[in-house]
């Protein structure tokens, strides 16, 4: 599966939105208009998903899926 | 103080979600209290309440929503919108600005806070949900309530023991006779049915242990009782001024027109034995109700179903009805289906309202033999009075009394 798509599964089962609501290029705050708590579990669960460290300031409420996407990979590349 | 209109009525509870099922079923005397099966609580001393199954089925909450809320929460967001569809509000016409939300509470959401505790010994903290801060603390319902209909007024959560609703009922009212709201959200919630809160509530002591009877476990004022039996629910109504009501083309359900209340000052669990304070309180709300003892029809009792504090309930309304008291119609209904603690004062004066409107007095369950005699009990099954004005008690731990006049 590739990393955007990895990505977008793990936010659908954790905050429990519908996948076509969750759109590649837009925030999660326009797409989805998640709130701050959501973003503090949604980091926690992208770090468990990807074995990755990602800290509030890599992404955010105005990260998309495509910028979620670059950090992991290139984090799981390093 | 003026009177202030309920217009819309919102009952999520073990006896039936919506008013009309919730009627039904009290007016035909029947329990609901049952042997717990969400979890294994067998070990307990008490093991049996009032539950309500499948809350889904009644909600339309989104899963996303769910997920970052207590059942406390949930049982307020339901009861919040049969209310409002029961007004015929719709909030969006509303100005947020005054509109306010007053609920009680007693113990707050445990079902979350359980089981992220759980999980904070055994994952460490990266295993606690974010959302517990915000789900687990008593005033967590009056939060959700808001941000779900974006209600921006002055607003509060009374927590007061089992007196916590009523309080903020009479609350809201004082706060409507200001002017300064134009509606109000007010009652309370309360879901206890879970095993640390089922322990606390254990450990108090109070609870009835006839788990091999539990329909027939929960007996306020009579010989045989050992304690209430716990149930879970909410019950919120919407409050307006009579005048709003009036220019919506709205026929108010009934009035709030009085309330009081007082402290015992005596214990830090227990209520006086005189009563002298509960009867003070009584004094107070009818003077604030501009109404005299022989106007009251109905009172609706607080029967904790312990000796202390059953027996000075009485004693402080023969004190104040004197000769009379043998004539009022009183009863205590939540021996149908639990204490709802927090909840209990809001859903009480709901029964009473329902009570007013069928000219129905429901029944206490299981008095079968009163331990204090010269008391209009009504029991084995309602029995038709016209009542136009009534006394709804409530009570909390510590001696908390509180008293509303609702009228016709």
Known sequence: MEMKAKVKEVLVNLLKVKPEELKDG?????????????????????EKAFGVKLSPKEISKSSSIDDIAKIISSKISV | MDKIAITGIGIVSPSGINKRQFWANIKSGRSFVKEITRFDASKYPSHIAGQIDE???YSNISERLLKKIDAFSHMALIASELALQDA??????????????FLGNAIGGWLYAETELRDLYIEGREGV????????????????????YGIKGFSKTVVADRAGSLMALGYGAKVLNKNKLNMILAGGMEAPVSPYALLCCNTYGALSKNNSQPQEAYKPFDKKRDGFVIGEGAGIVVMESVQRASKRGVKPLAYISGYSTSCDGIDRINCASDGVELARAIKLALADAKTNIDEIDYISLDGAAINLWDDSELQAIKSI???RTKDIPMSCPKSMFGNLLGASGAVD????????????VPVTLNLDEPSMK????????????????????????GGINSVLVVEK
């Open chain 1, 26 to 46: 837009v925030s999660l705050e326009e797409s989805i208009g998640v709130d701050s708590t959501e973003m503090v579990e949604s980091v926690i669960a992208l």
């Open chain 2, 55 to 57: 809350l889904n089925k």
């Open chain 2, 88 to 101: 015929g509000i719709d909030i969006k016409n509303e100005d947020p600005n005054l509109v306010g939300i």
């Open chain 2, 129 to 148: 949900s974010p959302y517990m801060a915000s789900a687990w603390f008593p005033a967590a319902p009056q939060g959700q309530v808001s941000i779900y």
């Open chain 2, 321 to 323: 009805f004197g000769a």
């Open chain 2, 349 to 360: 004066m709901i029964t009473t309202i329902l009570a007013m409107e069928h000219s129905l």
């Open chain 2, 374 to 397: 010269g008391f209009n009990y009504i029991t084995k099954e309602a029995k038709e009075y016209k009542i136009d004005k009534a006394l709804v008690i409530s009570r909390g731990r």
